[in-house]
């Protein structure tokens, strides 16, 4: 029998803030997730749906500078959920913002209380079909890391086309993760939204091994003495690789 592939496991999302408490009731209230564990530095969301990882907002120095290479895509039930939905997250800190969208695209564009750009997506919306009110982690990228992330995760591409991609959980559960295609923004620094993965198997090193046979690369980003190998993806977007238990 051959042996079963080695992947990794999607641990959490993670947004880098200058307040963690007040984005994550923001993105609480948001989702319809719970918050779980809160330290002075770290606040942990729990998913109240199918999703299998978390999202974790981590105090961090200096504010967002340009647009972020990653931002959420939340579904609505009906016209009445999407108009109640933009008008609660304005009221506890959201604000509308352009960034080139088209009016028939249907959907509302948002900032959080930081700057992070998320969408409010109109019902009925047939590529989310299936998602939960976390529809997509929607991502600038390329094709080529679009097949990486995949063969990181072992999640197969649900979507192959015109250099856009998409990955989503084998059972189809959760939300897909997608890539748009060249060509990508530019970068300003340190991404304020990054992945957290934990080998499902094995040990941490001989995982940072194969990913950097996919083609990723190790970086140091004056981390310190955390315990997580901090990496770049083939478009240069950082991510960690992490020991599990994370706070939740």
């Known amino acids: 029998m051959m042996p079963e592939a080695t992947v990794s496991r999607l641990v959490a999302l993670c947004f880098d803030a200058n307040d963690p408490i007040g984005l994550a009731r923001f993105w609480a209230e948001a989702l319809h997730w719970e918050i779980g ?5 770290a606040v942990g969301l729990v998913p109240t749906d199918a999703t299998r990882f978390r999202i974790v907002f981590l105090r961090a120095q200096g504010h967002k ?6 931002h959420l895509d939340l579904t609505t039930t009906s016209v009445d959920d999407q108009r109640e939905s933009l008008a609660r997250l304005i009221e506890i800190g959201g604000r ?12 509302d564009v948002l ?6 750009e998320m969408c409010i997506l109109a019902p009925g919306n ?5 998602c939960e009110r ?14 990486f992330w995949s063969e990181v995760l072992g999640w197969p591409l649900v979507w192959d086309q015109n250099e856009e991609t998409a990955i989503r959980a084998p059972d189809g559960t959760g939300p897909l993760i997608t890539w748009s295609g060249p060509p990508l923004m530019p970068k300003f620094g340190k991404n304020r939204l990054h992945l957290d993965i934990a080998p499902e198997r094995g040990d941490r090193q001989a995982e940072v091994d194969r990913l950097v046979a996919l083609g990723a690369a190790r970086l140091d980003i004056g981390q ?3 315990d997580a190998v901090v990496m770049a993806d083939p478009d240069d977007n950082e991510f960690r690789v992490v020991s599990p238990p994370l706070l939740g």
């Open 111 to 116: 900032a959080d209380p930081e700057g992070n």
């Open 65 to 70: 500078a340009g647009q972020n290479r990653m």
């Open 224 to 226: 310190g003495d955390v």
């Open 96 to 107: 509308r913002i352009d960034i080139g969208q088209r009016p028939e695209e249907g959907h």
């Open 126 to 130: 047939s590529f989310l079909a299936g």
């Open 37 to 41: 564990v809160e330290t002075r530095d």
């Open 134 to 147: 976390l529809g997509a982690i929607n991502c600038d990228g390329t094709r080529r890391v679009g097949v």
